[in-house]
């Protein structure tokens, strides 16, 4: 609600929320954004105060943007002012994909292509996710532009330089940043899987990769 988003429904212990209905929202894509950032500084407050507690909650988060169906929906008895289609769909596919890359926030090209320069973020990597024959690039956001921890930003440095190699098929030239980002930033989920990832594929090269990878569960 901070970032004037609406709030959907609630499915278990999932939240829902949409923007840019019912009224035009010119920014809708950078709301969604940083609702998500929030959302993370918020659960990060909370683990924090659960001191007593060694199993924290976590919290992953899909954001998407595109064209859906939006409005009263339902029947006589019963209606929901809610929105649906493939965008949705694929939002809800995008907070489970979180799972692959042990990411938190995971975000399209759909909603962050003009965004890149207002946030510090990383590229995770291209999905091609159940059903569909499309590969998504999809992204990390952390902060706004400049205002990501420190432990980050040096993470960043190290991810960048091996996700660039790695993308060049040069796996055994992006081991060691990989390693160090994971250094700056113990416990970094999507470092760890490039390591593993370049790890593999240094004792067995892909063939015919379109450095996509296919997700064989919907989340």
């Not at 010119?26 to 929030?38: C, T």
């Not at 595109?66 to 009263?72: A, D, E, I, P, T």
């Not at 205002?147 to 992006?174: C, P, Q, R, T, W």
Request: glycine share 8%.
């Amino acid at each position: 609600l901070k970032h004037d988003g609406t709030v959907d429904k609630y499915i278990g212990d999932c939240i829902m929320a949409f923007w840019n209905a019912p009224l035009d929202q010119a920014d809708h894509r950078k709301l969604g954004i940083l609702a998500a950032i929030d959302c993370q500084a918020e659960m990060a407050r909370l683990n924090e105060s659960l001191t007593q507690f060694t199993i924290k909650p976590k919290c992953r988060v899909g954001v998407n943007s595109g064209h859906m169906v939006v409005g009263n929906m339902g029947s006589k008895s019963r209606l929901s002012y809610t929105v649906m289609g493939d965008t949705v769909n694929m939002a809800s596919r995008m907070e489970g994909a979180n799972k692959y890359f042990h990411s938190k926030i995971m975000t399209s090209e759909a909603t962050f292509g003009d965004l890149k320069d207002a946030f510090d973020h990383r590229y995770l990597g291209s999905i091609r996710v159940v059903g569909k024959a499309i590969p998504t690039k999809v992204y990390e956001p952390f902060a706004r532009k400049g205002e990501a921890s420190a432990d980050v930003k040096a993470m960043l440095g190290h991810y960048e330089a091996g996700i660039a190699k790695f993308y060049k098929n040069d796996f055994a030239g992006s081991l060691p940043h990989f390693k160090a980002a994971l250094e700056a930033l113990p416990g970094d989920g999507p470092s760890q899987f490039y390591v593993e990832k370049a790890e593999l594929f240094i004792k067995e090269p892909p063939k015919d990769w379109d450095q996509s990878f296919n997700l064989t569960e919907k989340g």
